[in-house]
Each structure stands twice: as structure tokens, then as C-alpha cells.
């Protein structure tokens, strides 16, 4: 079945940084863009930014451009969420979500990832 | 950005009472909004694509309307299982933005 799979949970410490990863399968990998979600108490759901995985090309959210990157491994079907100089209130569930492509595709969420959880604290 | 709120944050229903959740845009994003459902410890599960479409596999009891500013969402009958926090998210214009959420509990 159509899954993404995402990595384990992260304790890290203030201005650690820290690499998540989230494996597709049950499709095409290269068809279909990929985002990150991420959601604390504080802040509910708030967009981090996409990949595209055939090109690789990317928009980040202008609230993390800068500490965060993401990449893609097209012979594993991964997508990777790099986040540099954490802070405390990086403490939240990570989630990456799969684009919708029916006719064409459009930024609508259709498979979500289980979530990892990051706890940024000393 | 696009601001989303969501109206009410909260609210107690009977099972088999008919439910609405507003949500409203900052300013006009056509048909491209979605609607979503969270229960604890759970990813987001898409409902409603582009204000009324209603996702596969999706019961018919969950609808959505609207476009431009405004729009609902509503449970024509609402089941234990419907327990959840619904989350409406517009994806007009980058960045991408979530409604605050509606939290939808049994009287």
C-alpha cells in the first residue's frame, strides 16, 4: 500500500542539529512532491517546506529558510529534513506528506507520514 | 502570508446531531482549501480537497463548501468515531497555512 515512513524519535541538544528521514513506497517515487508539517502545542500545523524528488528542487518557508534543508534519495525512495541550530522551541511532531496527483498534482495532502517526534533539551 | 481562522475552537455535540465548522481566508483563495482530521497521537487524515470534493474512501456523512473567503464544513451526522480535531489549510499561495483547529468531542 501506498506509505511513507518516517524515522525515529530525536532527543538533541540547543543548537544540535538534527536529520530526519521518511521512506515512500506503494508508488512512483519521482511522481509525487513531498512537504514537511510541523506541529507544536504552541503553534498547531505550520508548513516547513516542499521537495520534488525527480528534480530535487525545493521552497522553504521563509520562518526556517536558512536552518533547514531538504534533500532526496531517489535509489531509496527517501526524503530527508535537515534542522540546524535547534532551539527549545523546535520541540515538536515532524511530519512529511505526500502531494496529491490526480490529473495534475496540487498541494493537497493525501498521505501523511506517522510523525517523529523531536525534544530539543539540555 | 494567508491567515486562517477557524470558528468554533471548540465544541460538544450528541452523536447524530448535524455539526458546522467555519473557516475563513485573509483574503481570496478560490477553491483551494482542504479539510483535515487529526485524532491523538495520529497523523492528519485528508477529508475534503478543493472546499468539496470528498476524499476516497471518506464517509459521506462529511461535506464542505465554499470559495473565495469563506467556507464550511460540516458532519451530517455525527458518530463516536468522528471524535477528532478537523483542521481546515489553504494552499492557494506558498507558504502553505493550517486554520487553528475545531475540536469536536460527544456531549
Known amino acids: 500500500q501506498v506509505q511513507l515512513v518516517q524515522s525515529g524519535a530525536e532527543v538533541k541538544k540547543p543548537g544540535a542539529s538534527v536529520k530526519l528521514s521518511c521512506k515512500a513506497s506503494g508508488y512512483t517515487f519521482t511522481t509525487n512532491a513531498v512537504h514537511w508539517v510541523r506541529q507544536t502545542p504552541g503553534q498547531g500545523l505550520e508548513w516547513m517546506g516542499i521537495?520534488?524528488?525527480?528534480?530535487?528542487?525545493?521552497s522553504y518557508s521563509r520562518k526556517f529558510q536558512g536552518r533547514i534543508t531538504m534533500t532526496a534519495d531517489t535509489s531509496t525512495d527517501t526524503v530527508f529534513l535537515e534542522v540546524t541550530s535547534l532551539r527549545y522551541d523546535d520541540t515538536a511532531v515532524y511530519y512529511c506528506a505526500r502531494v496529491m496527483c490526480d490529473v495534475d498534482c496540487s498541494d493537497v495532502f493525501d498521505i501523511w507520514g506517522q510523525g517523529t517526534i523531536v525534544t530539543v533539551s539540555s | 502570508d494567508i491567515q486562517m481562522t477557524q470558528s468554533p475552537s471548540s465544541l460538544s455535540a450528541s452523536v447524530g446531531d448535524r455539526l458546522t465548522i467555519t473557516c475563513q481566508a485573509s483574503?481570496?483563495?478560490?477553491?483551494?482549501l482542504n479539510w483535515y482530521q487529526q485524532k491523538p497521537g495520529k497523523a492528519p487524515k485528508l477529508l475534503i480537497y478543493a472546499a468539496s470534493n470528498l476524499e476516497t474512501g471518506v464517509p459521506s456523512r462529511f461535506s464542505g463548501r465554499g470559495s473565495g473567503t469563506d467556507f464550511t464544513f460540516t458532519i451530517s451526522s455525527l458518530q463516536p468515531e468522528d471524535i477528532a480535531t478537523y483542521y481546515c489549510?489553504?494552499?492557494?499561495?506558498?507558504?502553505?497555512?493550517f486554520g487553528p483547529g475545531t475540536t469536536v468531542d460527544i456531549k
Open positions: 483574503q481570496d483563495i478560490s477553491h483551494y
Open positions: 489549510q489553504q494552499y492557494d499561495i506558498l507558504p502553505i497555512t
Open positions: 521537495i520534488n524528488p525527480s528534480g530535487a528542487g525545493t
